[in-house]
C-alpha cells in the first residue's frame, strides 16, 4: 500500500505561484517529497532573500537552494523535462494562462501579496492560499498562517490568516531595525554582498545616490539584485541580528513551518 500511495504522489502535479524565499521553501520541500512541482513567476521578480529564492532563474536561467534546482523553461510543456532531471521548472506566467495546460492537481498561491490578485477557489481541484487576503472555503480550500507566532504554519480550514501589521517579526527581539529600506525613488546599487558581517551605521549601497545604512550589528541576510527601480521605503534587504552566516544559504524556520502546513494540506487532500 506504501508504495502503491508514494506512485501515487509522484504523479500529483502542483504549481507554486511566486518564487520568493517563502514560496521557494514550500516548493523545495514539495519537491523532496516527491512531488511534481513548477513554479511560476512575473517578469521581473525582486527577492530580497536571493540565495534562496528560486525566482533569480527568471534572470540566470537556473537557481539552486539547498541542493535543488530550478530551470527558468518558456512553455509549460517544457516541465515534464526538467522533472525527469529531477529538477524544478520555472515559468514566467503572471497571468497563470500557460500553466494551465498542465492542470495541476494543486495550486499554492505563494505570492504574499497580502491579498488576492486573481486565484480562485475553482482554478484546481485542491487551492491553498498562504497569508492574508484569503478566505478558506471562499477563495481556497485552505489558508496557511504565515505570520509569526503561535499559529505560524498552522492550517486553517475556515476563516483568514491574521491580518498584515506592517510590522515585521521579530528575530532574536529585533523586528523593525533588521529591515533596509529604500530612502526614495531611484535605482538601487549595492556597495555589499549578501553574508557581508555589518556593523551599526555601515553604509551597504545607494539609491540615486542616498545611502542606505544598517541600523543594528548582524549579517546581510538578503539583498535585491542591484540595478533594481525602486521606491521610497521599499524593503531591499535584512539584516539577521543572529550573525550566523549560514543562515544566509538556508531556508528559514519561518519557510520551513509554513511549507509544512502546505504539505498537511495536500496530504488531507490525497488521503
Not at 37 to 66: N, Q, S
Not at 93 to 104: L, R, S, V
Not at 249 to 267: D, H
Amino acid at each position: 500500500m506504501q508504495d502503491e500511495r508514494g506512485a501515487m504522489l509522484t504523479e500529483i502535479t502542483i504549481c507554486v505561484k511566486g518564487g520568493g524565499d517563502i514560496a521557494s521553501g514550500v516548493a523545495w520541500r514539495l519537491h523532496q517529497c516527491g512531488f511534481r512541482v513548477l513554479i511560476t513567476e512575473i517578469p521581473k521578480p525582486m527577492a530580497v532573500r536571493r540565495k534562496v529564492a528560486f525566482c533569480e532563474a527568471v534572470y540566470d536561467g537556473h537557481a539552486e537552494v539547498e541542493g535543488v534546482e530550478a530551470l527558468l523553461i518558456s512553455e509549460a510543456n517544457d516541465s515534464r523535462r526538467v522533472w525527469d532531471q529531477g529538477k524544478i521548472p520555472l515559468l514566467v506566467d503572471p497571468g497563470f494562462e500557460k500553466a494551465k495546460m498542465i492542470q495541476p492537481e494543486v495550486i499554492v498561491d505563494a505570492i504574499l501579496a497580502k491579498r488576492n490578485i486573481g486565484t480562485r477557489i475553482d482554478d484546481a481541484p485542491l487551492v491553498i492560499a498562504l497569508g492574508p487576503g484569503f478566505e478558506a472555503g471562499r477563495d481556497a480550500h485552505f489558508v496557511v498562517e504565515t505570520n509569526r507566532g503561535h499559529n505560524l504554519g498552522r492550517l486553517l480550514t475556515e476563516g483568514s490568516a491574521e491580518p498584515n501589521t506592517g510590522v515585521p517579526g521579530p528575530v532574536a527581539g529585533i523586528s523593525s531595525d533588521r529591515v533596509l529600506r529604500a530612502p526614495g525613488r531611484g535605482v538601487w546599487q549595492s556597495e555589499a554582498e549578501i553574508g557581508d558581517m555589518v556593523k551599526k551605521g555601515d553604509t551597504v549601497g545607494s539609491v540615486d545616490g542616498q545611502p542606505v545604512k544598517t541600523l543594528i550589528d548582524g549579517v546581510l541576510r538578503g539583498l535585491i539584485r542591484p540595478g533594481i527601480p525602486v521606491t521610497k521605503g521599499l524593503k531591499i534587504g535584512d539584516i539577521d541580528p543572529r550573525g550566523v552566516k549560514e543562515y544566509c544559504y538556508t531556508i528559514s524556520e519561518k519557510a520551513l513551518a509554513i511549507s509544512g502546513g502546505v504539505l498537511e494540506g495536500i496530504m488531507r487532500f490525497v488521503r
